[in-house]
């Protein structure tokens, strides 16, 4: 089972690195999914995912203190609401359709007012 939890990470892991090239694919998340598969394949793979470059770039400041960039938290919330758009209107059932507004409500309120925003480091 290790092995497929570290075969995961790297699948993961290699779409948050196309998402740092490409715009309409977003980073954050597939790195946590990395983290999450990494964690549980092994302290040395745990280890070594955190000790890249990516991971300090896109990920470290999130799971450290639990604060995001406007850029990152604007590329969250469209993917995701894109997400819950697209099930929202293929769903028929009322209740299915309340909970996905209850979820949105509630994904919005915690990334405005649960997750510190912090400014982005300027490259020049």
Known sequence: MRYL????GIVFMALGMIGVALPILP???????????????SKRAKEWFEGTKLYQNHLNDFVTSRKMTLKTKVMLLSFASTMLLIAFL?????????TI???VIFKYYYFIFRIETIKE???D
């Open 27 to 41: 980073t954050t998340p597939f790195l946590l999914v990395a983290l999450f598969f990494f964690t549980k394949s």
């Open 121 to 123: 480091l300027r490259n």
């Open 5 to 8: 939890y570290f075969g995961l």
């Open 90 to 98: 293929m769903m028929s059932n009322i209740y299915g359709r309340i």
């Open 101 to 103: 507004v209850l979820l």
